[in-house]
């Protein structure tokens, strides 16, 4: 009998302990506002599966369903950006469940209500209701701080994780989905989803350049990892290929609405130029120079690039002239400088294969004059290159074989040979 009496002692303790957590919103929201996350999670848990609750006796919805669900979505939001050891570890992954509560909520209100939850403010005690827009907003700024902070560290990958989540609360920010789609998307080599941001960010109306620049700069990089798996064989099957230019189309739009939209930036025409030399549009390439040329009198690369392409079409005249004229604009611009005393030294190299094809005595010596004549006239060309740039080993090798040649006519030039072989060496530069 004693230990029956010990066994119904001991039932309310019993009872007691295995008490389980009633559903009530009221208390789960109360216990948020707290930040007494774990009661708030253990509360809005057991409140969103009672069918009570949750279920009018027709089976439909109650007025309060939405509410439960906005509050989970709420409290386990504060779970994942909370710095607290304690209440972090109350949920591995919160953000599905943070997005499956918020959807349900929207599902069930469907607009209804501008506030479903109320929150404490600093030296305050009461509730205030807080509108949708201020919880999403709250929420995605935390995401964002926290994300920041990630990409600072430049933890890439988790960063994006981050920005995702603060898109999910203001899907239609234009700076967010800017930061999405220009900085951390790339960062993260996300670059479907950078494109997609991309294209919502300028949807809404963004119009900041850095965003034509990075859909450049992903659709280029595409481009030219097709190209190189054509290494080894002729790259201008690259042309035939259908992925290779529809990826250079891309990037050819974003090219020509930053040079449309920004006519004075050198550095989009440059971009626009690129492209159009990549798939040898050359006319369109020399048309884009010639603008960027009219656009500054001291642009020097301008007038050499459009020389350059002169030079690729074959038209030796139209190359010499850019080139001059590039030399004109910065008379210290070393590419034209060299291109143009190459051109002058094969003037002479063309008259001396013609006289080596020559029997007749009179026009041979004819031709070994116009051959002096002619290294005579690219002799100040070298003389400049080197002046320009004294350790350059082209430059020096240049006008070392033009006094070597010139030697043929004026002894002089020997010592010229030994003063030049003497700075060469001195330079570290390679001597013959």
Request: charged residues 30%; aromatic residues 10%.
């Amino acid at each position: 009998m004693k230990k029956i009496t010990l066994l119904f002692a001991l039932l309310p303790a019993m009872l007691w302990a295995q008490k389980k957590t009633k559903p009530d919103i009221s208390k789960a929201e109360s216990a948020l506002q707290k930040f007494k996350l774990d009661e708030a999670k253990k509360i809005i848990d057991t409140t969103v599966v009672d069918a009570r609750t949750m279920v009018d006796k027709k089976g439909n919805p109650t007025k309060n369903a939405a509410k439960a669900w906005y509050l989970k979505g709420v409290i386990y939001a504060a779970i994942d950006t909370t710095k607290n050891p304690k209440f972090k570890s109350l949920e591995a992954n919160p953000f599905p469940v943070i997005q499956e509560a918020f959807t349900k909520a929207e599902e069930l209100d469907k607009g209804k209500n501008e506030s479903l939850v109320s929150g404490t403010f600093p030296g305050t005690e009461f509730p205030v209701p807080l509108t949708k827009a201020q919880v999403s907003n709250t929420l995605a700024q935390a995401y964002l701080v926290r994300g920041f902070e990630i990409y600072k560290a430049k933890d890439y990958k988790k960063a994006f994780v981050d920005i995702e989540k603060v898109l999910f609360f203001v899907p239609k920010d234009t700076s967010q989905l800017m930061n999405a789609g220009v900085y951390f998307a790339p960062a993260a080599e996300e670059f479907d989803k950078a494109i997609d941001y991309i294209k919502r960010y300028q949807a809404a109306g963004g119009k900041t350049p850095e965003a034509w620049l990075q859909l450049y700069s992903i659709y280029a990089k595409r481009a030219d990892a097709i190209r190189a798996t054509y290494k080894g064989k002729d790259k201008s099957l690259a042309l035939k290929d259908e992925g290779y230019m529809n990826n250079i189309n891309l990037a050819l739009d974003a090219a020509k609405h930053l040079t449309a939209h920004y006519p004075a930036n050198i550095d989009y025409l440059n971009l626009e130029y690129n492209i159009y030399t990549t798939v040898e549009r050359f006319d369109e390439a020399k048309a884009l120079m010639e603008k960027k040329a009219g656009l500054d009198p001291k642009d020097a690369e301008s007038r050499y690039k459009i020389g350059l392409i002169c030079e690729h079409q074959k038209l030796d005249d139209c190359a010499r002239h850019w080139m001059e004229e590039a030399l004109k604009a910065d008379p210290q611009y070393f590419d034209a400088a060299i291109d143009l005393a190459r051109y002058k030294y094969a003037d002479a190299q063309k008259i001396k294969h013609l006289r080596n094809d020559t029997k007749d005595a009179k026009k041979r010596l004819e031709l070994f004059q116009e051959i002096h004549k002619k290294l005579d006239e690219a002799l100040p060309y070298w003389e400049r290159c080197v002046a320009i740039d004294a350790k350059s080993q082209d430059a020096c090798d240049g006008l070392k074989t033009v006094y070597f040649d010139l030697s043929a006519y004026d002894e002089k030039y020997e010592a010229k040979i030994k003063e030049l072989t003497a700075k060469m060496k001195a330079n570290g530069l390679e001597v013959d």
